[in-house]
């Protein structure tokens, strides 16, 4: 009985200098923060639209990335016209649109096929001018989408994209990068949630110098979940950058998933009243 009472005190005071260390020291404290995974798109419904202006080689990117969504298991169905937005059963089936249209014009029935399906729950990805210079006529659409391009001065220039938020899936693990391209001064939505921004200089436009403008972001529209890169002129611009191309690859993942998962909740409101 002694030794009984022995071996307790013995483990008691062992556990009791135990709980005085300090809390950092704590194996929880240890582990670090956990990025959430990224959706697979393995079995996923894609429709890829390419069309519109040449000079962003939607081909091109019909051929790399349809490859890789493939490769990547996806079910994937291209169509080089916008007549598919119109067809209500089709778009209720997609988990996903991939979007290279760069200007043109869309039709009402059109738009409203594309806008009734994010809103239900498709998700939307796309870059440059082939997702956020489409259509400009159409206030719906950028209201969806969530910006649209006004300017990139100087043309193809050298500048850098700084990551901003190294906690989300899409960029978690990214660095800032220096890319040759178009460097996209946009309007934007103020209550995207924006992943990567870049920050302009005075050459070309004095009064913008300085001026920081969002390049990656992703947002909801209804149950949708859209994502949208401002990199990638050319395809070659963004391959040549593998945290480039590493980007537009996880958003095109995670927009994936608007059927599949929760709808994220980010909204603040940039303007209001303190």
Not at 27 to 36: G, H, I, L, N, S
Not at 155 to 171: L, M, N, P, R, S
Not at 244 to 265: D, F, N, V
Request: hydrophobic share 40%; proline share 4%; net charge neutral.
């Amino acid at each position: 009985m002694k030794n009984n009472r022995r071996d307790f005190l013995s483990k008691a005071a062992a556990l009791g200098a135990l709980s005085a260390l300090p809390f950092s020291l704590s194996a929880k404290d240890e582990q670090p923060a956990k990025t959430k995974p990224l959706p697979s798109l393995k079995g996923r419904k894609v429709l890829f639209v390419y069309g519109g202006w040449d000079g962003h080689e939607p081909l091109k990117y019909k051929e790399y990335l349809g490859q890789w969504l493939q490769d990547e298991g996806a079910d994937v169905t291209f169509s080089d016209t916008l007549e598919i937005y119109e067809d209500a059963a089709f778009m209720e089936s997609v988990d996903l649109t991939v979007q290279i249209y760069t200007m043109s014009k869309i039709t009402k029935e059109q738009e409203k096929g594309l806008v009734s399906a994010v809103k239900s729950g498709m998700g939307l990805a796309g870059w440059h001018g082939g997702l956020c210079d489409a259509f400009r006529q159409n206030v719906n659409y950028q209201y969806m989408t969530g910006g649209q391009w006004v300017a990139h001065p100087g043309g193809v220039i050298d500048y850098t994209v700084d990551i901003i938020d190294k906690k989300d899936e899409i960029t978690a693990g990214l660095k800032d990068f220096a890319i040759t391209s178009e460097q996209y001064y946009m309007h934007v939505d103020p209550n995207v949630k924006v992943l990567a921004t870049t920050t302009f200089g005075g050459d070309v436009d004095p009064w913008i110098e300085g001026a920081v403008i969002p390049v990656t972001w992703k947002k909801m529209f209804g149950k949708g979940r859209i994502f949208y890169t401002s990199v990638g002129h050319n395809l070659k611009h963004i391959t040549e950058v593998p945290d480039a191309i590493e980007m537009l690859q996880r958003g095109i993942k995670w927009a994936s998933a608007s059927k599949y998962s929760e709808p994220e909740k980010w909204l603040k409101a940039a303007y209001a009243k303190k």
